[in-house]
């Protein structure tokens, strides 16, 4: 039951240029979602956040927009650097419920 | 480095074995998660624990199973292992349980042969 779904495996992006990942998810009820970033042989490493009531959230290089009634949301990395090149996970969860439900990922490579 | 200790980093085994792996929280957490990453399928939220007791539970299968030690560290363990447990399995901590404050250990690939 995948309830949260990042439909596109990897992305390629030219330094300097923006990075948009997207995020889909089917559950209405989810009202707090996360994104992570995920170096190779390291855990994922939480970057952003956003709650239900709002709809952008932007931390420095980092967006995150969030569609309440396309079930959508997306981050937005501008400009990309070669060091943003990782796997990125988006998650949802119920605020304090620890059941979070991640995508698959994305493997965003930024070429210099 | 987030702190997370998790151990061992590599487990080859057979299929039928029994496996535990090893999970130290960052100093001061109290909340320690277990996560399962299989090829093509995103983190799954397995359990969590906070101070000792279970919080939450996912989609823990009823083979696995884990627990958390008055001294915080925690253990997983999977039983009649199959094919299809091969996966990385992440341990995250948090100081309070919030979703967004967790720090993930680097992981355990276990491979099931």
């Known amino acids: 039951d995948q309830q949260v779904k990042q439909n596109s495996p990897s992305l390629s992006v030219q330094e300097g240029r923006i990075s948009i990942l997207n995020c889909d998810y089917t559950?209405?009820?989810?009202?707090?979602f996360l994104w992570y970033k995920k170096y190779p042989a390291e855990g994922p490493t939480f970057l952003i956040s956003?709650?239900?009531?709002?709809d952008k959230n932007e931390d420095g290089r980092f967006t995150v927009f969030l569609n309440k009634s396309a079930k959508h949301l997306s981050l937005h990395i501008v400009p990309s650097q070669p060091g943003d090149s990782a796997v990125y996970f988006c998650?949802?969860?119920?605020?304090?419920?620890?059941?979070?439900?991640f995508g698959a990922g994305t493997r965003l490579t930024v070429k210099p | 480095d987030s702190g997370v200790t998790q151990t061992p980093k590599h487990l080859i085994t057979a299929t039928g074995q029994r496996v535990t792996l090893r999970c130290s929280p960052r100093?001061?957490?109290?909340?320690v998660y277990w996560y399962q990453q299989s090829l093509d399928q995103g983190l799954q939220f397995l359990i969590q624990?906070?101070?000792?007791?279970?919080?939450a539970k996912g989609n823990i299968l009823e083979r696995f199973s884990a627990q958390q030690f008055p001294d915080l560290h925690s253990e997983l363990n999977l039983s009649s292992l199959e094919l299809g447990d091969s996966a990385l399995y992440f341990c995250a901590s948090s100081v309070d349980g919030r979703s967004d404050e967790q720090f993930f250990g680097p992981g355990t690939r276990l491979t099931v042969l």
């Open positions: 998650a949802a969860t119920l605020y304090n419920n620890n059941d979070m439900r």
């Open positions: 100093s001061g957490d109290l909340s």
């Open positions: 559950n209405s009820m989810f009202d707090y």
């Open positions: 956003i709650s239900s009531i709002k």
């Open positions: 624990y906070y101070n000792g007791e279970e919080r």
